[in-house]
């Protein structure tokens, strides 16, 4: 038997690196093979900012109406960030905007009925929310009850817990300072520039130690020309918006003077990060993916598929009960209405409409940033404009209409290209 003979190293086949041209058709054949990811949500985005400041050029492109901005779409996004896993797996959550009201009664009763300190408060609004994602999550995944049913049922609920817990017609004011700054309050100019370095030196370097892995392990790597395009390109669009922010947007800087970021932005950078790192970076998030994607096979496979689902209910309802925090936060109180209405409607479309498919398997967390930013914009818009809620609604709408369509539409193209 004649041996065969391992080339030397410098012989070796080695994956060459993609350049920017390289990247760009790469791209553009995803693209057309159906993988379309979050580009309908940034060119929607980009669209209706067009709009509105073309429409609206003194009101709607202001630095206090960017910041307000941010501020009303802060609690959907958080929601959609929940959402995103129970989507994953092909299931849906109807409970999640008045399980973030709920959750919010409670922490507003600890920190103002009873007195005690705002992290206790916190605490236990977090864990009123995992409460409930566990109640749904075996349900779900042990009794086999569609999600759908379980969760319209505590959506009917929890609004009488939500009554019971605040009063008929009654509220729960907030007065906690720490807590009210945190969807209300502003960094200081210098912080917010600090915290932007951070994060685009942070993306640099996971970039490059990204696409040396990748190379190190043979696989196509983008080249660092490609790489450091795409950290250029993040801290133009930060560094620009920080300066916008950092502007002075108050109607009277004699009394009160109002610049930098909203604090909020560092929740949800923070839960961006985590969250993003648990969905692509750990086993646990591999094993959404699979059971999303064909839940039989993961489970011949030996994911506990179960414990799965009753996981990813457990982190949507806790998500729910950060925004509950942010709401409370943001209107100052709890009402009976807190995380109605449009709430959950609003968190579900920011969702689809930023790329998560309603068929599981596919969907990142960028995707409810994206959808949520989508949502805020047509609300603050259309509001801008003077228009009367039916119109809002009915946009709104038409919006999710669309991004639903696009994911049905690239699900087939994808079918008949063989990418999935």
């Given amino acids: 038997m004649t041996a065969v003979a391992t080339p030397p190293a410098s012989e070796q086949i080695v994956e060459p690196q993609l350049g ?59 929601i959609a960030m929940g959402l995103v896993f129970v989507l994953l797996l092909g299931e849906i959550d109807l409970s999640a905007g008045f399980t973030a009201g709920t959750s919010g009664a409670v922490m507003a009763i600890v920190v103002t009925r009873q007195d005690r300190p705002w992290p206790l408060a916190v605490l236990a609004g977090l864990v009123t929310g995992a409460v409930i994602g566990a109640c749904i999550g075996l349900l779900v995944a042990k009794l086999g009850i569609p999600s759908f049913v379980v969760t319209l049922a505590l959506f009917l609920g929890l609004q009488g817990v939500l009554l019971k817990l605040i009063g008929e017609g009654g509220t729960i004011p907030m007065r906690d300072e720490t807590l009210l700054e945190l969807n209300n309050g502003t960094l200081p100019v210098g912080l917010g520039w600090v915290l932007v370095v951070g994060v685009v030196l942070a993306y640099a370097a996971v970039s490059v130690r990204r696409a040396q892995t990748r190379r190190a392990g043979g696989l196509h790597a983008d080249a660092l020309s490609v790489v450091l395009g795409k950290v250029l390109v993040l801290a133009v669009l930060l560094a620009a918006a920080t300066a916008y922010l950092s502007q002075e947007r108050s109607r009277n800087p004699a009394v009160t003077s109002i610049k930098g970021m909203p604090v909020v932005i560092v929740l949800l950078l923070v839960l961006l990060v985590a969250l993003n790192f648990v969905l692509g970076r750990t086993s646990f998030g591999r094993h959404v993916y699979a059971v999303g994607g064909n839940a039989e096979a993961a489970r011949r496979s030996g994911i506990n598929v179960q414990r799965i689902r009753l996981s990813c209910f457990v982190i949507s309802s806790t998500m729910a009960a950060v925004a509950g925090l942010l709401l409370a936060s943001r209107n100052n109180s709890i009402s009976p209405t807190t995380g109605g209405a449009e709430t959950l409607l609003y968190a579900v479309g920011a969702a689809v409409i930023g790329g998560t498919s309603l068929f599981g398997g596919k969907g990142k967390m960028l995707d409810a940033v994206l959808g949520g930013l989508v949502i805020a914009v047509i609300i603050n818009g259309m509001g801008l404009l003077n228009q009367p809620s039916s119109v809002v609604f009915m946009v709104t709408g038409v919006v999710l209409l669309v991004a639903a369509s696009v994911d049905a539409l690239s699900r087939k193209r994808a079918a008949a290209t063989g990418r999935v």
Avoid at 36 to 41: F, K, N, R
Avoid at 46 to 63: G, K, W, Y
């Fill in 20 to 78: 920017v041209g390289d990247a760009v058709r790469d791209y553009v054949d995803r693209v057309r093979g159906g993988d379309v990811g979050s580009l309908p949500a940034v060119l929607g985005l980009t669209a209706l900012t067009i709009v509105f400041s073309v429409m609206r050029p003194d009101t709607f492109t202001n630095a206090f109406n960017f910041a307000n901005l941010i501020n009303q779409a802060s609690a959907v996004i958080v």
